[in-house]
């Protein structure tokens, strides 16, 4: 049976000078990292399709994007794999001192409200300095992730609002902003600047429903697909092509898309 020792093995012979992959040898950490973030969301969809031969595929791939990065790491004399495996362990160790030391929590708040009081430590120990309540957050994270993160760092500070309905306001009132906006004739960078406070303001209210906005929007893009597909095929039964097409004609057949796929969600 295979073991993380033939992974690190088969790595170091793609990365050798003389007689490994020329591919693999001329990568840099820079160059590695859109593929983790697409194998990342590669593991995120085979979740979602419940097809777990193909997760456990994908989830190799993800490994292999660690191993990969460990391998550069140790030809630069900086960290090996043990290292990084080292590293996670004992943070998970200090992380967890009721489970691996004698703490006890009242309750799951209490246990949260400790976990970020050690997360603020280790940043502190990390930089040396104390750091700002939003500081560590990822700035490669997806955006839509990031405003999350910085809104639950926001709220543990108190800067939020109790409950939903203040949050409804917040994008009626973002909305109008950008209305007015286009009335005057507005640049684009202040479009922009607008659009954004949608954005986030409407991720605010995501996070106020305990609804993951990246979730949903990948759900709804699933949705879309599925609704201009069965367009397609429609259309192709009356041998017409889209851009034939008047925009009555097209909103028809949408809302007669959306009504087939509430039948059949199977098409």
Same mark, same amino acid.
């Given at each position: ?11 170091? &012979? ?5 007689? +490994? ?27 979602? /399709? ?8 994908? $989830? +190799? ?6 191993? @990969? ?9 900086? @960290?090996? =794999? ?11 160790? &200090?992380?967890? #001192?009721?489970? =691996? ?28 300095? #104390? %750091? +700002? ?32 309905? #203040? ?10 902003? $950008?209305? /007015? ?10 479009? *922009? ?13 995501? /996070? ?9 929007? &990948? ?7 599925? &609704? @201009?597909?069965?367009?397609?095929? *429609?259309? +192709?039964? %009356? ?12 909103? !028809?057949?949408?809302?007669? !898309?959306? $009504? ?8």
């Amino acid at each position: 049976m295979a073991d993380i020792n033939d992974l690190l093995s088969i790595m170091a &012979r793609l990365r050798d000078p003389e007689a +490994g992959c020329p591919w693999d040898r001329k990568q840099t950490y820079s160059s590695i990292v859109p593929h983790t973030i697409e194998e990342a969301y590669e593991v995120a969809d085979a979740i979602a /399709r419940e097809d777990y031969i193909d997760l456990r595929d994908e $989830l +190799g791939d993800l490994l292999l994007q660690v191993v @990969f990065y460990s391998q550069i790491a140790r030809e630069e004399e900086r @960290f090996d =794999f043990s290292d990084v495996v080292a590293s996670i362990s004992q943070k998970l160790i &200090r992380r967890h #001192p009721h489970v =691996f030391a004698d703490e006890h929590y009242a309750s799951e708040a209490e246990q949260k409200e400790a976990w970020e009081a050690l997360k603020a430590e280790e940043r502190e120990d990390k930089h040396g300095l #104390p %750091q +700002g309540r939003l500081a560590g957050v990822a700035q490669a994270l997806p955006s839509l992730q990031r405003s999350v993160k910085l809104q639950k760092r926001a709220a543990r500070a108190g800067f939020d609002w109790p409950e939903v309905a #203040p949050v409804f306001d917040k994008i009626h009132e973002e909305l109008n902003e $950008l209305t /007015r906006e286009l009335y005057v004739g507005a640049p684009i960078d202040r479009l *922009q600047d607008e659009l954004g406070d949608i954005l986030f303001a409407v991720t605010n209210l995501c /996070r106020h429903l305990k609804v993951e906005p990246d979730t949903a929007l &990948r759900s709804t893009n699933k949705k879309f697909e599925q &609704r @201009f597909a069965h367009m397609e095929q *429609q259309l +192709g039964k %009356q041998d017409k092509q889209m851009e034939e097409c008047s925009l009555e004609e097209l909103e !028809a057949l949408w809302q007669s !898309a959306k $009504l087939a796929l509430e039948t059949d969600p199977h098409g």
